[in-house]
């Protein structure tokens, strides 16, 4: 049987100020924290100007054979990868961003060492689409998924909101204390859901056991956009192969901790001498970074 899930709870709120340690603590507490002004008014600009271009390029819905997938995706949604190529203000300021950092470290320090990007995407849900499917993120991770709530920490999402989240738009909706259920093919119910409203610029972190999906977009003309950048332990594999997509002269420009996350160096979890390397040694002596 799931733990109590009768009271309507909210989310905390806290500020950049806020320590990361108690921003990680209020999130693993409550399933999500909403941080406000994670992002600048300057930044959210920038990121949305360099972006418009590439998101324009693509038809809203899903490409993907698989029914189930292209349902999950959404109809009206669209979803850009490859956002380290294609916004400046992204791959140098917002991955390089020492909050950003602070709350990996604190996340994944303790218990797995070490931690890089999971994915980072452009989500804007389109007028008329349907709410997604509640789910945890960390499904795709089968065995993590047997272990239910007392599996280690394989992937926390951080949701940078480019525009203005709202019950109306389609803002992020979640099942607060869902990460804490004793059976995790249980997600519970739309009406278990609350929004995680945010203001452009704020962010919202939640871990990959909590239950959530993208809401319906019941507006006629506004597009509701969110940017994705989950972190997850180095012991597994991302989503976004950036080594094989992002240009070797671009990493060049980037610091090295934003190349450690994006795979252009090895990686050291607890126990272990070194993943992802070359002939025992740093991937980045043999990319000369």
Known sequence: MSASRDATPSLPVVTRSTSAQEIALLSDQAGAVIIRNFMTPEQVVRINNELDAPLAALDAGSRHE???????????TKRLTNLVTHSKTFREEVLDDDLFHELGNVLYAPESGDWWLTTAQLIEIGPGNKAQMLHRDMMQYQPFVAMNK???????????????????????????????????????????????????????????????????????????????????????????????????????????????????????????????????????DYLQL
């Open 150 to 284: 007392h599996a280690p920490r394989a992937i926390t999402n951080l949701m940078l909101a480019l525009t203005d989240f709202t019950e109306e738009n389609g803002a992020t909706r979640l099942i607060p204390g869902s990460q804490d259920w004793d059976d995790f093919d249980d997600v519970g119910t739309p009406e278990m859901t609350i929004p995680a409203l945010l203001k452009a610029g704020d962010a919202v972190l939640f871990g990959g056991k909590v239950v959530h999906g993208g809401g319906a977009n019941v507006t006629t003309d506004y597009y509701r956009r969110g940017l994705t950048i989950p972190m997850q332990a180095s012991i597994i594999t991302p989503e976004e192969a950036y080594p094989l997509i992002v240009p070797l002269e671009l990493v060049r420009t980037l610091s090295p901790r934003v190349q450690k996350i994006l795979g252009f160096r090895s990686q050291y979890p607890n126990g272990s001498p070194g993943l992802w390397q070359h002939n025992y040694a740093d991937l980045a």
């Open 66 to 76: 698989h029914e189930l997938i292209a349902e999950f995706h959404g109809h009206q």
